[in-house]
């Protein structure tokens, strides 16, 4: 089995700096891309960033500028580094990550259960 567990998240003013972590457990073979995404109340869940096995990243235009993602294969972890918060970035995020276990078989997405990021004053 494979466990994603997600820690960081917490309350915040506007203009300050969180940094999210998700570690990835079990029996993982590989990992390929590693992804957050977030949802906040009453809306659909986002793609806020993500980075490839090769340390490819992407961005939501939301949050170009001032998140940044990075990961550390070694310790399958991602971790997601949020600066110049603003209220609207309030929500859950979740980790997802794309793996392959050991006992073989195909690529599947595994997710975390999600860390509460809450921006206000």
């Known amino acids: 089995q494979v466990q994603l567990v997600e820690s960081g998240g917490g309350l915040v003013q506007p203009g300050g700096s969180l940094r999210l972590s998700c570690v990835a457990s079990g029996s993982i073979f590989s990992i390929d891309t590693m992804d957050w995404y977030r949802q906040a109340p009453g809306k659909q869940r986002e793609l806020v960033a993500s980075i490839t096995g090769g340390g490819s990243t992407n961005f939501a235009d939301s949050v170009k500028g001032r998140f940044t993602i990075s990961r550390d294969n070694a310790k399958n972890t991602v971790f997601l580094q949020m600066n110049s918060l603003k209220p609207e970035d309030t929500a859950v995020y979740y980790c997802?990550?794309?793996?392959?276990?050991?006992?073989?078989?195909?690529?599947?997405?595994?997710w975390g259960q999600g860390t509460q990021v809450t921006v206000s004053s």
């Open positions: 997802n990550a794309r793996i392959l276990e050991t006992d073989g078989g195909n690529w599947r997405d595994y």
